[in-house]
T-cell receptor, first 119, second 108 residues
Framework: DTGVSQNPRHKITKRGQNVTFRCDPISEHNRLYWYRQTLGQGPEFLTYFQNEAQLEKSRLLSDRFSAERPKGSFSTLEIQRTEQGDSAMYLC?????????????????FGPGTRLTVL | AQRVTQPEKLLSVFKGAPVELKCNYSYSGSPELFWYVQYSRQRLQLLLRHISRESIKGFTADLNKGETSFHLKKPFAQEEDSAMYYCALSGNTDKLIFGTGTRLQVFP
């Protein structure tokens, strides 16, 4: 499978614990995005990277959240001192930056997500 | 404020019936609009984008800037169209702003 992969697929943790998720993008893609999806909602943007640079962070990303992409390849999303409100599906997507034909948007390819449950 | 609104959580039709999934947006500028689809047990994937003006799997969507709408239409629904559909917009950065989604159920 050459698509975006995410690990783990499921994570159950107790409130107050730290968790870390990993995303491996499509190999030639230089942009990587994190989204969060709660029940009954669409995905909400959290942050994105171009290569190793974190270019934008949402207000949703509190101080307890940190994301890295140290070598411009895989990325990790860490949540410290988890709260029950952090329970959600965390989605990763990747794309290649640049202009493609009619539009500057480059298709984002999504991973399967990591489902976090905080007890 | 940047917002995408999908007023219907669930749309149920019989096979062969026309389908219209509604999407309205709010954005100060010229956004790009998309429809993403998620079939059961599959990942989210792009269905179509307004700028390409193409028909994918029989679906079309026209951007109406006056009504700030981007409704998804198909003249004859098929059972395999049953899925979750998300309307999304992209502004001056590539981040996507999604609506809450509409579940389409197509009965035989």
């Amino acid at each position: 499978d050459t698509g975006v992969s995410q690990n783990p697929r499921h994570k159950i943790t107790k409130r107050g614990q730290n968790v870390t998720f990993r995303c491996d993008p499509i190999s030639e893609h230089n942009r990587l995005y994190w989204y969060r999806q709660t029940l009954g909602q669409g995905p909400e943007f959290l942050t994105y990277f171009q290569n190793e640079a974190q270019l934008e962070k949402s207000r949703l990303l509190s101080d307890r959240f940190s994301a890295e992409r140290p070598k411009g390849s895989f990325s990790t999303l860490e949540i410290q001192r988890t709260e029950q409100g952090d329970s959600a599906m965390y989605l990763c997507a990747s794309s290649s930056a640049g202009t493609s034909g009619l539009s500057s948007y480059n298709e984002q390819f999504f991973g399967p997500g990591t489902r976090l449950t905080v007890l | 404020a940047q917002r995408v609104t999908q007023p219907e959580k669930l749309l149920s039709v019989f096979k062969g019936a026309p389908v219209e999934l509604k999407c309205n947006y709010s954005y100060s500028g010229s956004p790009e609009l998309f429809w993403y689809v998620q079939y059961s047990r599959q990942r989210l994937q792009l269905l179509l984008r307004h700028i390409s003006r193409e028909s994918i799997k029989g679906f079309t969507a026209d951007l109406n800037k006056g009504e700030t709408s981007f409704h998804l239409k198909k003249p004859f629904a098929q059972e395999e169209d049953s899925a979750m559909y998300y309307c999304a917009l992209s502004g001056n950065t590539d981040k996507l702003i999604f609506g809450t989604g509409t579940r389409l159920q197509v009965f035989p």
